[in-house]
């Protein structure tokens, strides 16, 4: 079964606006870790933040924040003030407690307009 | 630099030919991984080292076989390749197995084709 779901193949933004990405995911466990990467045009793929299931705050790494709702599985990324370098291909993924899978969804491409 | 190197960077293979991808890296992580990224898919674990010495299957490990004879290297061999695995290939390793908050670092990828 698909554990992490994001709904929105591509998406744009004008630059310098902000964008939400959508991810949500299935789990049984309690602990777990919620992440979510970046993929441009090269290839390569690019640690973006890091949520994890108990921490109250939402985690924030420059322009990129986590908006984490525990009730709702949700772990949606948003972007501020974007750039024409943050135009990519995103990737959710999570990781179980004991689980040597962290799984990823089908990611989001997001086109950053001028 | 530190990180995970994995060769070639691309390949074009006949169907039915053996094909090691080979992957190396230099942080003394635990783990080792092999995914492959299929476009809707995301990406997929198809093999997992937890340390030198042990290996396991992923959720799409038909067709792949690992080893680890050390901590450095996690080659994942094709043993007969078919069009169905055409795709990009991705090492990652992570400092600890299993911990939910240790993320992933990758290598570049392999591109290949199986025609």
């Known amino acids: 079964a698909q554990k992490i779901t994001q709904t929105q193949p591509g998406m744009f933004v004008q630059e310098k606006e902000a964008v939400t990405l959508d991810c949500t995911y299935d789990?049984?466990?309690?602990?777990?870790?919620l992440f979510w990467y970046k993929q441009p045009s090269s290839g390569e793929m690019i640690f973006l933040i890091y949520?994890?299931?108990?921490?109250?705050q939402n985690a924030t790494e420059g322009r990129y924040s986590l908006n984490f709702q525990k009730a709702r599985k949700s772990a949606n990324l948003v972007i501020s003030a974007s750039q024409l370098g943050d135009s990519a291909m995103y990737f959710c993924a999570m990781r179980e407690v004991n689980n040597n899978d962290m799984r990823f969804g089908a990611g989001t491409r997001l086109t950053v307009k001028p | 630099i530190a990180g995970i190197t994995q060769a070639p960077t691309s390949q074009i293979l006949a169907a039915g030919r053996r094909m090691t991808l080979r992957c190396t890296q230099d942080m003394r992580h635990n783990a080792m991984y092999w995914y492959r990224q299929d476009l809707g898919l995301g990406l997929r674990l198809i093999h997992y080292s937890n340390t030198a010495g042990t290996t396991g299957k992923g959720e799409v490990p038909d067709g792949y076989s690992v080893s680890r004879a050390n901590t450095d290297d996690f080659p994942l061999t094709l043993a007969s390749a078919v069009p169905s695995q055409t795709s990009v290939y991705f090492c990652?390793?992570?400092?600890?197995?299993?911990?939910?908050?240790?993320?992933?670092?990758f290598g570049s990828g392999t591109q290949l084709s199986v025609l």
């Open positions: 789990t049984s466990d309690q602990s777990y870790g």
């Open positions: 949520q994890g299931s108990y921490d109250e």
């Open positions: 990652a390793s992570s400092l600890s197995p299993a911990v939910h908050h240790e993320k992933l670092f």
